[in-house]
């Protein structure tokens, strides 16, 4: 059983907004991770979407998603929300969070050793 759940998801218009949620088991300690969002659209390769450090402080964006989704967590709910906003059809995707022992910009997915089973979003007109 996965230790970390995405939900949030949901079919969207372009230019509309989701906020997609990753909580943690109640046995996982979140707050000692960092976590990072992640997709995968069919036929493509994963790719980093954003990362967040354990404590909140330092955040990392995708150039492609820079300026229209945020990042940011509740450690004490054990949760880490992706608000995503001016959505377009090039976002859709399955959207999965991880988590990392370690902070790091580059967002490299094999730094993740924890991976939730993904949540689908999708931007259609």
């Not at 902070?103 to 991976?115: L, N």
């Amino acid at each position: 059983q996965s230790q970390l759940v995405e939900s949030g998801g949901g079919l969207v218009q372009p230019g509309g907004s989701l906020r997609l949620s990753c909580t943690a088991s109640s046995i996982f300690p979140l707050g000692h991770f960092a976590i990072g969002w992640f997709r995968q659209a069919p036929g493509k390769e994963r790719e980093g979407v954003s990362v967040i450090s354990s404590s909140g402080v330092a955040t990392h964006y995708a150039d492609s998603v820079k300026g229209r989704f945020t990042i940011s967590r509740d450690n004490a709910k054990k949760t880490v929300y992706l608000e995503m906003n001016s959505l377009k059809p090039g976002d859709t995707a399955t959207y999965y969070c991880a988590a990392a022992v370690s902070y790091s910009d580059s967002m490299r997915d094999y730094d993740f050793d924890y991976w939730g089973q993904g949540t689908q979003v999708t931007v259609s007109s």
